[in-house]
T-cell receptor, first 113, second 116 residues
Framework: DVKVTQSSRYLVKRTGEKVFLECVQD?????MFWYRQDPGLGLRLIYFSYDVKMKEKGDIPEGYSVSREKKERFSLILESASTNQTSMYLCASSLTGHPKGYTFGSGTRLTVV | AQKITQTQPGMFVQEKEAVTLDCTYDTSDPSYGLFWYKQPSSGEMIFLIYQGSYDQQNATEGRYSLNFQKARKSANLVISASQLGDSAMYFC?????????????FGTGTRLTIIP
């Protein structure tokens, strides 16, 4: 069964910490995405990548960066975590043009205290 | 820019009844795809159904069908004979199918609760 794996299901971090959220897919997909999900706001795109070492800003990139050194891995980095980054983070991957869209990971619920 | 609007934050439906979840969209792209995803309380997003903007027929997948009305820019999800396991968040999403674009734009979601 194809999978997108996010390294942590729940994470609690302190304000100001550097936080790494890891995402690995085993489907050889070119495209990978990071979204955050907040009640009443749906899913908002943070960053995405269409190829190794390529990254593009989504709709809400402020306070985040990403790294894609290998095709299967896409990391989201919170340089200095803040309480307003408390959220559910969803990683997804896709095959270009595939009609089923994305395959999602199970999500990481991050709490910044 | 693309926009998805889901106007029903929450719905309560009796088990075995049919459910319609509303979705309207706005885009200037001539070619696009529309998606519905289900998110149970466990958190994972499950793909349900896809409709291409040039598809002649409405998409169906088992108990799910997509009522696509292009002129109205609506893509409502219909669930027939609802079950308790259908209780979840449902998201409508769209993607412009121009070359090089793989981004999905999501709506705010509808929380569906099925009542026994």
């Amino acid at each position: 069964d194809v999978k997108v794996t996010q390294s942590s299901r729940y994470l609690v971090k302190r304000t100001g910490e550097k936080v790494f959220l890891e995402c690995v897919q085993d489907m050889d997909h070119e495209n990978m995405f990071w979204y955050r999900q907040d009640p009443g706001l749906g899913l908002r795109l943070i960053y995405f990548s269409y190829d190794v070492k390529m990254k593009e800003k989504g709709d809400i990139p402020e306070g985040y960066s990403v790294s894609r050194e290998k095709k299967e891995r896409f990391s989201l980095i919170l340089e200095s975590a803040s309480t307003n980054q408390t959220s559910m983070y969803l990683c997804a991957s896709s095959l270009t043009g595939h009609p089923k869209g994305y395959t999602f990971g199970s999500g990481t619920r991050l709490t910044v205290v | 820019a693309q926009k998805i609007t889901q106007t029903q934050p929450g719905m309560f439906v009796q088990e075995k009844e049919a459910v319609t979840l509303d979705c309207t969209y706005d885009t200037s792209d001539p070619s696009y795809g529309l998606f519905w995803y289900k998110q149970p309380s466990s958190g994972e997003m499950i793909f349900l159904i896809y409709q291409g903007s040039y598809d002649q027929q409405n998409a169906t997948e088992g108990r799910y069908s997509l009522n696509f009305q292009k002129a109205r820019k609506s893509a409502n999800l219909v669930i027939s004979a609802s079950q308790l396991g259908d209780s979840a968040m449902y998201f409508c999403a769209m993607r412009a199918t121009n070359f090089g674009n793989e981004k999905l734009t999501f709506g705010t979601g509808t929380r569906l609760t099925i009542i026994p």
